[in-house]
């Protein structure tokens, strides 16, 4: 990905908040504490598999969203949901979704967390750091795997 | 009205005495003349000046406040000063004219110059055959006529400019802080669809960046696709998240993470290995070796090894995605009983 990318997307790549590197190492260290908080409580009890998948889904979004701050827009809307008494709900502006000037917007409006309260433009860019973040989530968590597997190994 | 009047005027003769009044063939008198000179017998220039409406001329009598621009050194005859000044003027007039087709407009074409050569001794005979007292109304009305058809001639020679400096100027417009968006010739100039013409560069140039981050989206073109392909490829992508925390949940109940030490592997090499190099490949040989070297946990490495192919790839595939969904949840019970393994054999560790 980097090197695809490194022709093209200078300027993100300077901006530390949408660097991936410095993304993928606060995401994976704050899922990892997660998960971690996780296990320590729910040692005892066999919790069913489901709950289990949806609390990690859960963590991994939370952590995903604090590790990228609240710069981004769709980042607060996540972390608005997890947490709704930090941050203030803002004042939402409804953009008219059901007129549907354009029905694979409104798609990828339901796509990305917190895309209704965007215009298209808006919209656009955080789906681009959307994506982003969602690759550097992805990496690493099979690497997680890898590596704790390998430990538990040893 | 008149102490506008008053602050243009001295604006006119500092506007006047930057080049040579000498060359102009103006003195102060000779332009109190021309500006009191009431439009007695219509000449050609001045039926010329008559054609454009008052709000334009009002307009150009307003703005000529403005005078941000630095005077051009008149490298030609003072003529061609003067009409660069009106043309500047006429930017904020109209919106298509733009100070850069100005030089192209003095530089490009001497025998249009020469037309307009034409007119301003026309003018400048005018005022030298009468000598009328001057007049706020005569003031106005003769500066106006004067820059209206300067203007006016200026209107027609930078449409007629070329295009390629409208493209230019509209590029470099749009990386000003200061949204500057030129008019292309032929398009209306109000400030809605300058505005709309605006944003809709904006959003094709997010469409752009978003073509690059998405593979395969180079090749297609078209919004309405692009989007398409975008909306799979996050799908795609919060699919896998959906799987690789599936996966945890299966794995995870026998984890006991130490975090120090995955702090310290993670700073290491496994996961620089990962972020620097390539994306896919330097890590799929690991995950073999990984899944060759632990047949005490044969499942869920069969998950990897279906993986591996699918997610090698890269380019959207959505097919490859949902098979090795469709795969681990029929694995479900197996996972159960892996996990269940996994926990026997860690006790057995």
């Known amino acids: 990905m980097e090197k695809r990318s490194a022709g093209t997307m200078k300027k993100k790549k300077k901006n530390p908040h949408t660097n991936p590197n410095f993304i993928k190492i606060r995401f994976a260290i704050k899922f990892l504490r997660a998960i971690n908080r996780l296990n320590t409580t729910n040692t005892s009890r066999s919790v069913d598999k489901y709950r289990r998948y949806h609390t990690i889904r859960a963590a991994a979004c939370a952590s995903m969203a604090s590790a990228v701050g609240p710069t981004r827009a769709w980042s607060r809307a996540l972390l608005r949901t997890r947490s709704p008494h930090r941050f203030l709900a803002n004042s939402r502006k409804i953009v008219a979704v059901a007129g549907g000037g354009n029905p694979r917007e409104n798609h990828l409006r339901r796509l990305v967390p917190g895309g209704d309260a965007m215009d298209s433009c808006g919209l656009l860019k955080e789906t681009v750091h959307y994506i982003n973040c969602l690759r550097a989530q992805i990496v690493p968590r099979i690497e997680e795997v890898v590596s704790t597997q390998a430990q538990n190994c040893t | ?349």
């Open chain 2, 1 to 349: 009205m008149e102490p506008q009047l008053e602050a243009t005027q001295p604006q006119f003769r500092s506007v006047l005495s930057g080049p040579d009044a000498g060359e102009l063939g103006f003195g102060f008198d000779e332009i109190h003349g021309l500006i009191s000179n009431p439009p007695e017998a219509p000449s050609s220039s001045f039926t010329a000046l008559l054609e454009l409406p008052p709000p334009q001329a009002v307009e150009l009598l307003v703005n000529e406040d403005f005078p941000a621009k630095p005077m051009p050194p008149p490298i030609f005859p003072s003529n061609i000063a003067l009409i660069d000044r009106a043309s500047k003027f006429s930017v904020f007039a109209s919106a298509d004219n733009s100070s850069e087709k100005t030089p192209i407009l003095s530089a490009s074409s001497p025998m249009k110059l020469d037309s307009v050569k034409r007119e301003p001794p026309d003018s400048d005979s005018r005022p030298n055959s009468s000598s009328p007292p001057v007049s706020t109304q005569g003031l106005k009305s003769g500066k106006r006529k004067q820059e209206e058809k300067k203007v006016k001639v200026t209107n027609k020679k930078s449409k007629k400019a070329a295009a390629a400096a409208n493209d230019s100027s509209e590029e470099s417009g749009d990386k000003l802080p200061f949204v500057h968006v030129r008019a292309r010739r032929g398009q209306a100039t109000d400030r809605h669809s300058l505005a709309e013409r605006a944003r809709r560069e904006k959003i094709n140039a997010r469409m752009k960046l978003l073509q690059e981050l998405v593979p395969g989206c180079n090749k297609i073109s078209g919004t309405a696709m692009v989007l398409d392909e975008i909306i799979n490829h996050v799908q795609a992508l919060q699919r896998q998240v959906e799987i690789l925390s599936m996966r945890l949940a299966a794995v995870n109940p026998r984890i006991d993470f130490n975090i120090d030490d995955i702090l310290a592997a993670e700073s290491g090499s496994s996961i620089d290995n990962s972020y620097m190099g390539m994306f896919a490949p330097s890590m799929w040989p690991e995950l073999q070796l990984e899944g060759n070297r632990q047949h005490q946990y044969p499942q869920p490495w069969q998950f990897a090894g279906l993986h591996h192919p699918s997610l090698a790839k890269e380019e959207a595939d959505t097919p490859n995605f949902i098979t090795p969904e469709n795969s681990l949840i029929s694995y479900d019970s197996p996972a159960n009983s892996a996990s269940l393994h996994s926990s026997q054999l860690k006790m057995e560790l």
